[in-house]
């Protein structure tokens, strides 16, 4: 290698986005290598999925089942963060809680999603309610460990201050609680998100009669693998926008970061750093 390729540095937005662009070039050349060797009926090319996506795309009954399959998944993904972040908060903050709710959650993740889909439809049927349901049964204990987590990243000595000095519930929300639980609810957004777009597509795929995993089943009923592969690339799209577009752009705007208290600056002084805006919260 040339002496100024090896002194060369990179920007780290520009390193990151060469190893993304060399990642998925390198797929792209697996997939349509491997593809010359089978038929399109078992395994379709790169060019030729795009052909079906580019069909796909130009039905209106494609985005009606794209909208179904985002309205559920957001749902299911709103009320996994809220119900999430309010156990993680109570087992943070009270032992009792924390001894009761561990072995549920350690339970809960070590039963497969295809259980809770089987189930939710049994109980509920076909529809809307099973996808949703599904998505909260199964992403709400990994939301919750991660705020239980940041909760247990507080310095004791702020939360005995924050009583001694009777400061309020809200200002300690907002003070103390807030800045040190952003970088793990954002942690527990990025899961969230992934694990969301994962279970609502099987789910529907299973026990729906309408979305993107139903229209995934129905391409693989029918032998319509280049559509299967389409709808893939929808799925994988969605979830690389939600994250790579919307979370982790917001989270470097807000500067969401795990131990957010103790990176401020030092361990020492970060307490103080705290101590002072507990203090000026409360004389507001």
């Known amino acids: ?68 399959t985002a309205v559920r998944g957001s749902i299911g993904f709103v009320l996994s963060m809220g119900i999430g972040s309010v156990i993680g908060l109570v ?22 999603p295809i ?18 349901l599904v998505i909260v049964v199964t992403a709400t204990p990994l939301v919750a460990v991660n705020v239980a987590q940041g ?3 507080i310095p004791p000595e702020l939360t005995e201050m924050a009583h001694i000095f009777q400061v309020s519930r ?7 609680y807030l800045p040190a639980l952003s970088g793990y609810i954002f942690a527990a957004a990025l899961v969230a998100v992934r694990f969301t777009w994962r279970t609502v597509v099987m789910a529907e795929f299973v026990g729906s009669t309408a979305g993107l995993g139903n229209r995934l089943a129905w391409a693989r009923q029918n032998l319509e693998t280049d559509l299967a592969f389409a709808y893939m690339l929808v799925i994988v799209a969605m979830g690389m926008t939600i994250e790579y577009v919307i979370l982790r752009p917001l989270q470097q705007r807000m500067g969401w970061q795990a131990d957010k208290l103790k990176t401020e600056s030092e361990p020492s002084s970060s307490v103080a750093i705290a101590r002072a805006r507990l203090i000026q919260g409360e004389s507001r």
């Open 1 to 68: 290698m040339m002496p100024f390729m090896r002194n060369a540095k990179l920007n780290p937005k520009w390193h990151g986005g060469l190893a993304w662009v060399i990642s998925i070039a390198m797929i792209l050349a697996t997939w349509e290598m491997a593809a010359s060797f089978f038929p399109a009926a078992i395994l379709p090319s790169f060019t030729e999925t795009l052909a079906a996506l580019k069909w796909l795309l130009g039905r209106k009954s494609f985005y009606h089942h794209l909208q179904l």
């Open 115 to 132: 259980f809770w889909v089987a189930v939710m439809i049994v109980w509920f049927g076909l529809g809307d309610l099973p996808p949703v």
């Open 91 to 112: 087992m943070g903050r009270f032992r009792l809680a924390n001894w009761l709710f561990n072995p549920l959650i350690a339970i809960s993740t070590t039963v497969p």
């Open 151 to 153: 909760m247990t990243s």
């Open 170 to 176: 809200w200002n300690r929300f907002r003070d103390l």
